[in-house]
């Protein structure tokens, strides 16, 4: 039974330094757009917060984790960046794509980065359509973080049960 402690320990704590080493990386690229880029502060300001978060991250649980980053994720909408992938996910909110992949596998909702992603847009899309219904389906799909009105159409009718449409004439 030690054996097995002891194994489990080993695995976690290897776990750890993969994690802390591809945070590191993440902290050294962030130091390398900082060289080349003309928003010196604001990435000043970024990896000093990620300096801090890296050391509330190690005792996190992945339970934890999960709260963090989806909290991460809805107040800065960074899932309405279209083009969001993987590798700037984990760039954003201060985690290892593998971590990322491994909370999303583990949250037993989210087969994708995709399918996190489309449902923020679809829930954001929802509050838009409320807040603001001056505007067109066409302008929410877009701040939302769809690429096209089809894409938006289709995801949203397929997460709520009815149209854009449908749902700003039900609101």
Not at 79 to 97: C, E, S
């Amino acid at each position: 039974k030690l054996q097995e402690q002891y194994s489990l320990q080993a695995k976690t704590l290897h776990t750890l330094r993969e994690e802390s080493v591809e945070q590191q990386k993440t902290l050294t690229e962030l130091k390398e757009r900082l060289m080349g880029n003309g928003k010196v502060t604001e990435l000043k300001e970024e990896t000093e917060s990620l300096r801090e978060n890296i050391n509330d991250i190690k005792t996190m649980t992945d339970e934890e984790l999960w709260t963090w980053m989806d909290l991460q994720m809805t107040e800065s909408h960074i899932f309405t960046d279209p083009d969001l992938n993987l590798k700037g996910m984990a760039q954003r909110v201060g985690l290892t794509q593998k971590k990322i992949k491994q909370l999303l596998k583990d949250s037993q909702r989210y087969d994708r980065l995709y399918d996190y992603n489309t449902e923020k847009r679809v829930l954001y899309s929802c509050e838009l359509i409320k807040r603001n219904p001056q505007y067109s389906m066409e302008a929410i799909g877009k701040e939302a973080g769809f690429m096209s009105r089809s894409t938006f159409q289709t995801e949203f009718k397929k997460r709520i049960g009815i149209t854009p449409a449908q749902y700003r004439q039900n609101s």
